[in-house]
């Protein structure tokens, strides 16, 4: 008996057929998706790259932002502002944590002329550990200041307990409201200030505030980690298919 008629006798040959149709689409299913997860690993790596790229790029200055403030739309990009800040509008973010310790991320509008102001995060703060509402003091120059930083998207926001949008009522303390998020288009009517951008302050922390920000991955590892997982089990079932179909009837037809 030679090897095709020991496998295929006849009461094999239609579960043979499906069995064969369904490794074929789980194979064709799971090779699909491990191609994909390489391709979404790339674009992270291309997006990475570009992202890399505009940080290297000189920073803008004041006056070139108020020629183009197109300019805020351009995430990452290096900024050397000149303005004044609006302290009575600072904010302080609550539930942020930095390296593990729980505080604040302050947040005050930089007048930069007129009719342009950005929304600047200059740093973080700890939370005092007995009352949430005693704020460590912030020096906050007066006059004319200079910033450093990068241009960023809004405050990340955190869903509290019983919150279901992203408005968020202010705890006023003294003049330094404390608010668990903050949308900035929200923030502009109610300040009655324009803001044309987010800024993320990168300036050394003689004031006082933290800026250990996280750095910006290109986080395609669990990309590649999942690739390699479906091409696993791409692999696991045309080891069992021909296994179980082929090799493993072979022997006892033998």
């Known amino acids: 008996m030679n090897f095709i008629q020991a496998i295929i006798?006849?009461?094999?040959?239609?579960?043979?057929?499906?069995?064969?149709?369904?490794?074929?689409?789980?194979?064709?299913?799971?090779?699909?998706?491990?191609?994909?997860?390489?391709?979404?690993?790339?674009?992270?790596?291309?997006?990475?790259?570009?992202?890399?790229?505009?940080?290297?790029?000189?920073?803008l200055d004041t006056a070139a932002l108020l020629k183009d403030r197109s300019v805020f739309t351009q995430l990452h990009q290096g900024v050397r502002l000149e303005g004044r800040w609006l302290s009575q509008h600072t904010v302080y973010l609550e539930n942020r944590p930095m390296q593990g310790r729980s505080g604040f991320i302050v947040l005050t509008p930089l007048q930069l002329d007129g009719d342009t102001t950005v929304l600047v995060q200059r740093g973080w703060i700890p939370r005092h550990q007995q009352d949430r509402t005693v704020l460590a003091p912030i020096a906050t120059p007066q006059g004319q200041v200079q910033v450093s930083g990068r241009i960023a998207a809004g405050p990340s926001e955190v869903m509290g307990l019983g919150e279901t949008s992203s408005k968020t009522t202010a705890q006023t303390t003294g003049q330094s409201p404390i608010r668990q998020n903050l949308n900035p288009a929200e923030f502009s009517k109610e300040i009655g200030v324009s803001l044309v951008g987010t800024v993320l302050q990168t300036d050394s922390d003689a004031d006082g505030l933290q800026r250990k920000w996280p750095e910006?991955?290109?986080?395609?590892?669990?990309?590649?980690?999942?690739?390699f997982q479906w091409f696993a089990l791409a692999a696991v079932q045309v080891m069992l298919y021909f296994w179980y179909q082929w090799i493993k009837p072979y022997r006892h037809a033998k």
């Open 216 to 227: 910006i991955t290109a986080g395609v590892e669990k990309h590649w980690g999942y690739a």
């Open 9 to 59: 006798s006849a009461p094999r040959q239609r579960s043979l057929l499906v069995v064969t149709m369904a490794t074929v689409l789980g194979v064709a299913l799971t090779v699909c998706l491990g191609v994909w997860q390489l391709s979404r690993g790339h674009e992270k790596e291309a997006l990475h790259a570009a992202i890399l790229a505009r940080q290297a790029q000189p920073a």
